[in-house]
């Protein structure tokens, strides 16, 4: 006898979408469960990869290729570097540019008011800080050779809020080291350089005539040829400081930057676990439903045998339900997790970031989970005694 | 189809049910039984004599203890699970007395059901399905949900299913037991039409006029069979 029972795979799909559609509120509840976790584990590798482009993309802006060159502070005393070190550098094949800063002791106050703003010290720059720098001024105008023996400054941001100056309006004027200084410009924000950002600003050669600081400068900041850091960057010690190069730090900025994407992983490892454990929780939401689905459908797996459906037909429609299930699970996920993605992404200004892996992965996530829930209520659907079934359940 | 003239639809030799427990149900003691092809028998018996477990064994949806059960000569007892299920879906159609239809299904496609796990396409299931159900009284109903039929229409549509799949033999378990008398009638009436173009019929029924007129009776006792003489 060569009677077979043969079901088409469309049909498959279609049996499974009829279990579905049939229960539409319980299906869109369960299906939720497992979008909880799939948008949350999107979201959160949206975000962090949304938040890592943006970095990448401001690193790129600000550059990578400012180095840092100053005296190292093992010592107990500081040894300031050579006067000639700024030359010197400028000198050194691939420097596109370089500057000469000296931290001084002075805290600085308005002179309009008594106290000195803790922690805002002058600092003296060399006029070729800002362009090494590659820094604007939100107003007035950053020092040029012009102004470097004035009395005049430039505050950094934070140093100009600090200082509660916002604008030049009024021409301020701040107090340092006993003497009068104009304002004549604010820094833009300086993102690789948050140090200078709470500085103000003297030119050299002021700081040396009128405050009486030290000519050597505290540290040297360069620019190098974006292709050939790794090989610019060994001959600035022994360029700055011929005798004790050993004493010299050279360190890149836009590292630190860097540092912080990579400590944001903990974090994101542990949302990611969070939304894994989502995702759990909505697979055994759906292994419960297609429990309760097989008791409840126990008529409708009996008249399908009786109708020739193989132990194998019935497992497969009801593995295919849950996988549906949670697939439909799995996209909402998907939309979800984007939206909040792009939500996010765009109040912080980042360009919006979706791996198609992540959306792939998330969406598998959920098919396999369905199907790994669906596993146990389809093998307990295929062993029902399909005379009992059709005899107990109604309709 | 051409078959040997002695091979009956279905035959059952000395066959057995005990259901396991304690003590144990013995539902069928040794039961042999032939259908012939173009046969229409009721099943008769009270309560718990073991009608249903003899109708389940003859549709392949349970197995024998002992005996063997045998489908236009082929022995049952050796047969795979997909093997069972195949001969289910091209030689068996089932009637329930609680209908079993789905619900989400309209009447065409309920009975279109009859033909899935055939293989036969979306197309022609469909087709198929229309002509039973003209054949069935409700050609007009195609469209309709179950939930918006009567009784008696959604055991015809029931009954649509049970043909659709041009089977051997249809198993009827109590089809009139949900329904009123003169639905039930007309239920009766439709078997036996069908019954005179050509299907063969076993039908289970409590209603002692029902059965009487059909023309062969076998009446289940205590899980034993016992042939009635025709009453005329
Ligand atoms: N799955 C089962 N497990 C245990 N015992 C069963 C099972 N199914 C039926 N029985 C028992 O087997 C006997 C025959 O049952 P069966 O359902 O065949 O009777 P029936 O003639 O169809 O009765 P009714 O007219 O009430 O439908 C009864 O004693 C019943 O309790
Ligand atoms: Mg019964």
């Known amino acids: 006898m060569m009677d077979r029972s043969k079901l088409r795979a469309r049909d498959v799909v279609s049996t499974s979408v009829v279990g579905l559609r049939s229960r539409r509120g319980r299906t869109a509840l369960t299906a939720l469960g497992i979008a909880i976790g799939i948008a949350s584990m999107v979201a959160v590798v949206g975000i962090s990869s949304s938040s890592k482009a943006a970095l990448i993309a401001q690193l790129d802006s600000l550059g990578t290729n400012l180095l840092r060159v100053e005296a190292s502070s093992t010592g107990i005393s500081i040894e300031p570097l050579p006067i000639e070190a700024e030359p010197m550098i400028r000198r050194v094949e691939n420097v596109d540019a370089a500057a000469a800063v000296i931290s001084t002791e002075f805290e600085v106050r308005r002179n309009d008011r008594d106290t000195n703003v803790v922690g805002i010290n002058a600092m003296a720059a060399s006029p070729e800080l800002f362009e090494t720098l590659r820094v604007d001024t939100t107003a007035g105008r950053p020092l040029d050779d012009g102004l470097r023996a004035l009395p005049v400054v430039v505050l950094g941001d934070v140093a100009a809020i600090r200082l509660g100056i916002t604008d030049l309006e009024g021409g301020p004027v701040i107090d340092v080291g006993g003497q009068d200084f104009v304002v004549v410009g604010i820094l833009d924000e300086l993102p690789l350089n948050p140090d200078i950002s709470r500085k103000v600003l003297i030119g050299d050669q002021a700081a040396i005539e009128l405050l009486g600081v030290e000519p050597n400068p505290t540290a040297i900041y360069v620019r190098v040829d974006p292709d050939l850091i790794n090989e610019t960057r060994p001959l600035l010690a022994p360029t700055a400081h011929p005798g004790r190069p050993a004493k010299v730090d050279v360190s890149r900025p836009s590292d630190l930057l860097e540092a912080r994407a990579e400590v944001d992983q903990n974090l994101q490892n542990l949302l990611l676990a969070l939304g894994g454990v989502a995702l759990l929780v909505g697979g055994v939401g759906i292994a419960n439903v297609m429990v309760i689905s097989v008791l409840e459908r126990r008529g409708e797996i009996g008249l399908r045998r009786a109708l ?77 005694d399909p005379a009992l079934a059709v005899s107990g359940g109604s309709n | 189809m051409t078959r040997a003239s002695d091979t009956a639809v279905l035959e059952l030799e000395g066959v057995h049910r005990t259901y396991p427990g304690s003590p144990p149900v013995n539902a069928l003691v040794g039961v042999d039984l032939r259908i012939e092809a173009g046969e229409m028998v009721a099943v008769v018996g009270p309560s718990g004599s073991g009608k249903s477990t003899l109708l389940n064994i003859m549709g392949t949806l349970d197995r024998p203890t002992e005996g063997r059960l045998l489908i236009e000569g082929t022995d049952t007892s050796k047969l795979s699970d997909r093997r069972l299920s195949g001969l289910r879906s091209a ?47 409700l050609g007009d109903r195609l469209h309709a949900r179950p939930t918006k039929l009567s009784g008696g229409q959604r055991q015809r549509v029931a009954i649509a299913r049970a043909i659709v799949a041009e089977p051997s033999l249809i198993l009827a378990d109590e089809p009139t037991g949900n329904l009123d008398t003169a639905t039930g009638d007309g239920i009766v009436d439709l078997l036996k039409q069908l019954n005179a173009d050509g299907s063969t019929i076993v039908v289970i029924t409590h209603d002692a006029d029902l059965a009487a007129q059909l023309p062969r009776q076998i009446e289940v006792r205590d899980g034993a069979v016992r042939q009635r003489a025709v009453d005329q």
């Open chain 2, 91 to 137: 030689r068996l159609g089932f009637v329930f007395q609680s209908f079993h239809l789905i619900e989400t299904l309209s009447a065409l496609d309920n009975v279109a059901a009859g033909l899935l796990y055939r293989g036969t396409s979306g197309r022609q299931r469909r087709e198929m399905a229309q002509i039973a159900l003209e054949k069935v009284g």
């Open chain 1, 308 to 384: 020739g459906a193989t132990r194998g037909h019935i497992r497969s429609q009801f593995v295919l339900e849950a996988a549906l299930l949670s697939g439909l699970g799995g996209v909402l996920g998907i939309l979800l997790g984007s939206g909040i993605t792009i939500g996010y992404a765009r109040r912080q200004g980042w360009v919006v970031d979706l791996p198609p892996l992540a959306l792939a992965s998330g969406l598998g996530a959920a098919l396999v989970i369905g199907m790994l829930a669906g596993f146990y209520p389809a093998a307990k659907a295929a062993r029902l």
